[in-house]
């Protein structure tokens, strides 16, 4: 079984700092993995919530105060998987990704005089961008 070491003053403080921090970055994840319906969403879900318990052991009553408002604080990057959203990394992460443009695309785009386009694809949805632009 694991032990809790107490720590005090400034140490705690950045500790509680510390703790604060990743349960934010995971709770974001969470929501992104969620929405996208990631096989690790659990997993993931599963270490923050061992984040949370070390700042209720740690820092009860910071754990008091912020309990309530961390149910909602990334609701904005929700969505349903095959959905867009321009707030969720992992949507943005995978439309910034260039997909090998078919041999039509690159004709059109030789027709258009445009050799700078290039396909973007997110979710299955194919449009047309210029970088940079």
């Known amino acids: 079984?694991?032990?809790?070491?107490?720590?005090?003053?400034?140490?705690?403080?950045r500790h509680v700092a510390r703790l604060l921090e990743v349960r934010d970055r995971l709770a974001l994840y969470v929501t992104e993995r969620e929405s996208h319906n990631l096989?690790?969403?659990h997993d993931v879900f599963m270490?923050?919530?061992a984040v949370e318990d070390q700042l209720a052991v740690q820092a009860p009553q910071v754990h008091a105060r912020l309990v309530a408002?961390?149910?909602t604080a990334h609701e904005a990057i929700?969505?349903?998987?095959?959905?867009?959203?321009?707030?969720?990394?992992?949507?943005?992460?995978a439309s910034?990704?260039?997909k090998?443009?078919?041999?039509?695309?690159?004709?059109?785009?030789r027709?258009?005089?445009?050799?700078?386009?290039?396909?973007?694809?997110?979710?299955?949805?194919?449009?047309?961008v210029t970088p940079g632009g």
């Open 1 to 13: 079984m694991p032990t809790t070491t107490h720590i005090s003053g400034l140490r705690l403080t």
């Open 39 to 41: 096989d690790d969403a």
């Open 47 to 49: 270490a923050m919530v």
């Open 78 to 93: 929700a969505h349903e998987p095959g959905e867009f959203n321009a707030r969720c990394g992992t949507c943005c992460g």
């Open 111 to 128: 027709a258009a005089g445009d050799r700078a386009s290039r396909p973007c694809v997110c979710h299955g949805t194919v449009s047309m």
């Open 69 to 71: 408002a961390w149910a």
């Open 100 to 109: 090998a443009e078919s041999g039509a695309a690159v004709m059109v785009n």
């Open 96 to 98: 910034a990704r260039p």
